[in-house]
T-cell receptor, first 114, second 113 residues
Framework: ETGVTQSPTHLIKTRGQQVTLRCSSQ?????VSWYQQALGQGPQFIFQ???????GRGNFPPRFSGLQFPNYSSELNVNALELDDSALYLC?????????????FGSGTRLTVV | AQSVTQLDSHVSVSEGTPVLLRCNYS??????LFWYVQHPNKGLQLLLK??????LVKGINGFEAEFKKSETSFHLTKPSAHMSDAAEYFC???????????FGSGTRLSIRP
């Protein structure tokens, strides 16, 4: 079985631009969540998708948005990039929306905003 | 409201000696608790999880953790440290009714030869 894959692995954007990050969930997983991990900190929950619908959201502004597709892959979109958006963005999938299962994480996308 | 506190930002032990990484949590409901490990420039790997079954949980690579409700703790231990254990460790809490999980700030484990 394949794990969670994220693309791209690294990205450099200019302040004010928009970015789309992609995530393919592990086979058999219908739930995807996204996290932002700033340097030296723990991951912060952005939002979760279950069967193509948003199933919870953390304390992030509306310029952070997402999608989940019928094959359960997902995108994270960030508009009007700010310097503080520079971070490692992690995607995680699980076989259900109940947190009982734990999550399988991808290796992340390192976003640098200049 | 749920929260998690990792009591040590950095722990250093000698190879072959025991490891103790401390975690305290706060939760309004019966929580699920996890420990994840993150090696440099890598994603997060699940070490073990507690989901209201046995209070002593065994994970991968010889790690285990004990859920103590009276102390609201979920400390991670390993009897004998190995050089490959050097990494960042995160304690995570989640309420089953919630769709989000909360990470601690992490503990960096260093292993001395």
């Amino acid at each position: 079985e394949t794990g969670v894959t994220q693309s791209p692995t690294h990205l450099i954007k200019t302040r004010g631009q928009q970015v789309t990050l992609r995530c393919s969930s592990q086979s058999g997983h219908n739930t995807v969540s996204w996290y932002q991990q700033a340097l030296g900190q723990g991951p912060q929950f952005i939002f979760q998708y279950y069967r193509e619908e948003e199933n919870g959201r953390g304390n992030f502004p509306p310029r952070f948005s997402g999608l989940q597709f019928p094959n359960y892959s997902s995108e994270l979109n960030v508009n009007a990039l700010e310097l503080d958006d520079s971070a490692l963005y992690l995607c995680a999938s699980s076989p259900g929306r109940d947190n009982f299962y734990g999550y399988t994480f991808g290796s992340g996308t390192r976003l640098t905003v200049v | 409201a749920q929260s998690v506190t990792q009591l040590d930002s950095h722990v250093s032990v000698s190879e072959g000696t025991p490891v103790l990484l401390r975690c305290n949590y706060s939760s309004s409901y019966s929580p699920s608790l996890f420990w994840y490990v993150q090696h440099p420039n890598k994603g997060l790997q699940l070490l073990l999880k507690y989901t209201s079954a046995a209070t002593l949980v065994k994970g991968i690579n010889g790690f285990e953790a004990e859920f103590k409700k009276s102390e609201t703790s979920f400390h991670l231990t390993k009897p004998s440290a190995h050089m490959s254990d050097a990494a960042e460790y995160f304690c995570v809490v989640s309420e089953s009714s919630a769709s989000k999980i909360i990470f601690g700030s992490g503990t960096r484990l260093s292993i001395r030869p």
